[in-house]
């Protein structure tokens, strides 16, 4: 699936994902960018799915997301740049095994 590969059209609008701003690699920035432009125009449609795609890297415990949809910013009743802080205050109870 490719689509196009303008980062910067990504980037501009409600973008709030790391991984089109950093130092990765090229193929996963073509395949982000790809499926940001699909869940954009997916959430056009009307569907009442509440798409994301989350991210994080192996050697930290945080979470970010590249794409929250619209229904996902309400749930929460935030900007889409606050999604994993206000999902991550929300969890009730966490639990870690090695």
Not at 21 to 42: E, H, P
Request: aromatic share 16%; hydrophobic share 35%; net charge neutral.
């Amino acid at each position: 699936m490719t689509i196009h590969h303008d980062f910067d059209q990504i980037i501009d609008r409600d973008y709030c994902g790391r991984i089109l701003k950093g130092n990765y690699s090229m193929d996963l920035k073509r395949r982000i960018s790809d499926y940001v432009t699909c869940y954009r125009a997916f959430e056009k449609t009307g569907n009442p799915a509440i798409p994301y795609i989350s991210a994080w890297e192996e050697a930290g415990k945080e979470i970010w997301y590249e794409f929250v949809s619209r229904r996902f910013t309400q749930l929460f009743q935030c900007e889409p740049s606050k999604v994993a802080e206000f999902f991550q205050n929300s969890i009730l109870d966490r639990r870690i095994w090695s």
